[in-house]
């Protein structure tokens, strides 16, 4: 290893993405400490499960740690870094896991150094959360997005990336904006419709429908289990992007409508539709979650 | 065995759903005939698989079967129904795999004889399309549908449900418009979703989309895939209360759009649809597809 390789990491955030990411760099051989700032509980289970190997406060973690993993929802991600500008030490890099990224890389610019920050954004989970369902192999054959400043590219990036590559992620980098239209698109549109057809089928309160369905609605209902607390940092972070997306889903929907009640002919929708679900499937990658 | 046993069995669409219940059926002992009514492609594919034993015309199947299993598209099966009509011999059962069961159950009291017929619609399935991707554990800890007319009872109900109950399926009974609202909920509205999103993600043409997703992505648009001929029959048949289910839907989606643009607590909604969500899932019922 070169001689300016991380030592120490710092978790902020002990749930399921920051307790993956600890066990994910410890079995990729990260021979540092990994430090832990979260609730009790959560260090505790993070504790447990071996993902960090001790509990500190934000002081502490600024104080000693080269490598500062924000693992925290959006909102609270914007206050630790307001927190950590007057701890930053030189030489240290910071980076998120935030699911939106304009408004973070806006607040880091304005309250770290130059070239201290890096945003991030794993695309990978799963329904279950906190440090118990973490896994070391969470991010492995998925992107993980990365959004540095062009104008101040972080000195430490290269290393950083060097150890998404070590345990099994695929680099992507975007701009914020870029990032943020995109998930508005893969990611937050699917999470508003599983919300609401999962909402739909409670408000009919009719019993039949736990007894008749299949794995599609399975499939379609798993996001309607995520943490609301992880959402409304979203939607407050990304609205304007996602509104727009939603009012493009509902165009779409419309169309399928009336071309349902004229008994029109659903190929062309359906066969458009199915180019783009397989355009993101290929034989190695489709992974059942 | 009972003397009344099913002795042979005629598969009418060896597709997906058609050669899953051959392969089924055999697994589980069922040693008679397996005879198969399809397109030349889809019989080659069935034999080869072991699907069925011998390929046949309708006419052989009717004259030899005393199970005959439609498992066609909706419209198909209801071409089926009335070319059986003059063929059915008494004391033959016919039942079928069809996504509605209205149509299917009103065209079947029209042409084949009191107590011939029984709907059916097991609630099982994969993307994957025939008798290639058939799979004889298809049916296990599924819910299978049946809507036998409660006045004209087939005397061969039971001996049919001892076979499904042999093939692991979940046995439910209901009406026929018990079922078909119940599917346009959990089936039909989970169908549509899909599909709008991938086409409003394939709209955008934005090549960023395919480099950053998740696994909800992949969740969302596992349904899209679907066979554009088989939903055409199913929305055909079934649309007023698909419609009905969509404009639910719409209504939920509009509450969620107005809580985001205000920035107000999304908590209640997302509780109220996990709490759905979580109603169809038990530990041992989860799986992938």
Request: avoid cysteine; proline fraction near 6%.
């Amino acid at each position: 290893m070169a001689s300016d390789d991380f030592r120490t990491l710092a978790i902020v955030g002990a749930g399921l993405i920051g307790s993956s990411f600890g066990l994910a760099l410890k079995e990729a051989g990260f021979g540092g400490e990994r430090l832990g700032v979260s609730s009790p509980a959560a260090l505790d289970a993070a504790m447990r499960i071996g993902a960090i190997s001790r509990a500190v406060s934000l002081e502490e973690a600024a104080a000693r740690a080269d490598l500062i993993y924000l693992a925290q929802p959006v909102a609270r991600i914007l206050e630790t870094l307001r927190a950590l500008g007057p701890l930053i030490r030189p030489g240290t890099l910071v980076t998120d896991a935030g699911s939106t990224k304009a408004v973070i890389v806006q607040t880091a610019a304005e309250y770290l150094p130059r070239g201290a920050f890096a945003g991030g954004h794993p695309m990978a989970g799963k329904e279950q959360r906190g440090a118990e369902a973490a896994d070391a192999s969470l991010f492995r054959r998925r992107p993980y997005v990365l959004t540095p400043d062009p104008a101040a590219p972080p000195p430490r990036l290269e290393e950083f990336k060097s150890w998404l590559a070590r345990i099994g992620a695929r680099v992507v980098e975007m701009t914020a904006a870029e990032h943020d239209t995109a998930v508005a698109f893969t990611s937050h549109l699917p999470q508003i419709l599983s919300t609401a057809l999962a909402e739909t089928l409670q408000r009919q309160k009719n019993p039949d429908f736990e007894r008749v369905f299949g794995p599609g609605l399975l499939d379609m209902t798993r996001l309607a289990l995520s943490d609301p607390d992880l959402w409304a940092s979203i939607f407050a972070s990304n609205s304007a992007k996602i509104l727009a997306a939603l009012d493009l889903l509902l165009s779409a929907l419309g169309d399928l409508h009336h071309t349902i009640q004229r008994n029109g002919d659903i190929a062309p929708l359906f066969q458009s539709a199915a180019a783009f679900a397989s355009s993101i499937r290929k034989p190695d990658d489709e992974t059942t979650s």
